[in-house]
C-alpha cells in the first residue's frame, strides 16, 4: 500500500493508540491495526481499528452523560418543545439519533441534556466538551502527535495544534508516530 500524500510504502503496526477527541480525554485503543508511513508521518487506520475507536468513544461519552445529574436532562416532550417540533420528528431524526444531542435512556424512556438541546438548536450540533483535556497516564502506548484524520490524510493545522502535547523526551520515535 502506498502513501496518500508521498507515495511511500506504507508499513503495517500493531499496538495501542491514543486517538484524540473534541468532547473527551484522548482515549487508548487497544490492539489498534494501522498503516504508517515513514516518510511524511501520515497514518492510516484500518476499518476494525476505525470500530474499536468509535465504540470506545462511544462508551466513555456514555459513561461521561450518565454521570450527569437528571436535573439537567428533560424527556421526549420537553425536547420536542425547545426545538419546536413534533416527538416524532424527533425520534425519527437522524442526526439526534446519530449523538448529536446527548441522552440517557432510564426505563425505556430517553432523557435529553438541556445544554445539547439549545446548541442543537443553535448549531445543529449539540456535542459539547465533556471532560478537560488531560493526557492519560500509560506507559505502554502509541502517541500520535498528529490528529488521527478518517481519511488517513492530516492537514498543516492540525498537526501545529497537537504539537508541544508532551514533555521533552519521547519514547522511541517511528516517524511522527510514538512507540515504547
Not at 476505525?50 to 461519552?61: G, L, P, V
Not at 424527533?90 to 439549545?118: A, M, P, Q, W
Not at 456535542?127 to 502517541?143: C, G, I, M
Amino acid at each position: 500500500m502506498r502513501c496518500y500524500n508521498c507515495g511511500d510504502t506504507l508499513l503495517e503496526r500493531a499496538g495501542s493508540l491514543q486517538i484524540p477527541s473534541d468532547t473527551i480525554n484522548n482515549y487508548i485503543v487497544d490492539n489498534a491495526t494501522y498503516f504508517a508511513c515513514p516518510s511524511c508521518n501520515d497514518i492510516i487506520l484500518t476499518d476494525e481499528t476505525w470500530r474499536k475507536a468509535d465504540e470506545k468513544e462511544n462508551q466513555i461519552i456514555q459513561q461521561y452523560v450518565g454521570n450527569m445529574p437528571i436535573s439537567e436532562f428533560v424527556g421526549a416532550s420537553n425536547a420536542a418543545s425547545i426545538l419546536e417540533m413534533s416527538r416524532q420528528a424527533l425520534h425519527k431524526h437522524r442526526r439526534i439519533s446519530r449523538g448529536f444531542i446527548y441522552s440517557v435512556k432510564l426505563d425505556g424512556k430517553i432523557f435529553y441534556n438541556l445544554k445539547s438541546l439549545s446548541l442543537f438548536k443553535k448549531i445543529g450540533d449539540g456535542r459539547f466538551t465533556l471532560a478537560n483535556k488531560k493526557q492519560p497516564t500509560a506507559k505502554e502506548y502509541v502517541l500520535i502527535t498528529r490528529p488521527v484524520s478518517r481519511h488517513g490524510r492530516f492537514t498543516e493545522q492540525e498537526g501545529k495544534e497537537s504539537l508541544g502535547t508532551w514533555q521533552q523526551s519521547p519514547p522511541k520515535k517511528y516517524g511522527q508516530i510514538y512507540a515504547t
